[in-house]
Antibody, heavy 119, light 110 residues
Framework: QLQLQESGPGLVKATETLSLTCTVS??????????WDWIRQPPGKGLEWIGG???????YYNPSLKSRVTISADTSKSQVSLKVTSVTATDTAIYYC???????????WGQGTVVTVSS | QSALTQPASVSGSPGQSITITCTGT?????????VSWYQQHPGKAPKLMIY???NRPSGVSNRFSGSKSANTASLTISGLQAEDEADYYC??????????FGGGTKLTVL
């Protein structure tokens, strides 16, 4: 059974870089079928698509976050990583990783990890 | 890209049917049959309920159905049950090869 597990620091200081990892088990992140996406949800608010990676190489980003976001993959560790630079309080959220069946069905999700940006 | 528009809340009594709408533009909802719907219970990760406008993943009740007309997609839940009370989000593929979500709708089962 496919499982996704997010991990990383729960507290990040403003202006620094947020770094998270999604470890995938039971499936291959180098698949030429699925995308591996990051989605976030600020406290009490809705979902926001951050971006995704396909075939471990091709990346796609939300235009509103593109200048600060990098998504990459390490196939040897079966991990997908997210980096968000120059964070502010508005980056405080639950961060989810998810598998996306082409082109838009997010069919498997991790449990999410809470990230708080402190001043 | 702007978020898709959903009503903030809808409600219905057990056994009734409700419909949640999701309005976008010709660059997202109206341009592709790639609308998905997600159910999220408090403290839980979202769950895929509908994909490609009207397809249900294995294991999702047939009480959930989707449709689309022009720039507006809809999720209908028939035979409302207490367990359906949750937040619901739509999402769509866009012309820039990205995804966009709706703002979410809180469903209350009276």
């Amino acid at each position: 059974q496919l499982q996704l597990q997010e991990s990383g620091p729960g507290l990040v200081k403003a202006t620094e870089t947020l770094s998270l990892t999604c470890t995938v088990s039971g499936g291959s992140i180098s698949s030429n079928v699925y995308y591996w996406d990051w989605i976030r949800q600020p406290p009490g608010k809705g979902l926001e698509w951050i971006g995704g990676i396909f075939s471990s190489v091709s990346t796609y980003y939300n235009p509103s976050l593109k200048s600060r976001v990098t998504i990459s993959a390490d196939t040897s560790k079966s991990q997908v990583s997210l980096k968000v630079t120059s964070v502010t309080a508005t980056d405080t959220a639950i961060y989810y990783c998810a598998r996306r069946g082409p082109p838009t069905a997010l069919d498997f999700w991790g449990q999410g990890t809470v990230v708080t940006v402190s001043s | 890209q702007s978020a898709l528009t959903q009503p903030a809340s809808v409600s219905g009594s057990p056994g009734q049917s409700i419909t949640i709408t999701c309005t976008g533009t010709s660059s997202d909802v109206g341009g592709y049959n790639y609308v998905s719907w997600y159910q999220q219970h408090p403290g839980k990760a979202p769950k895929l309920m509908i994909y490609e406008v009207n397809n249900r993943p294995s294991g999702v009740s047939n009480r959930f159905s989707g449709s689309k007309s022009a720039n507006t997609a809809s999720l209908t839940i028939s035979g409302l049950q207490a367990e359906d009370e949750a937040d619901y989000y739509c999402s769509s593929f866009t012309s820039t090869y990205t995804l966009v979500f709706g703002g979410g709708t809180k469903l209350t089962v009276l």
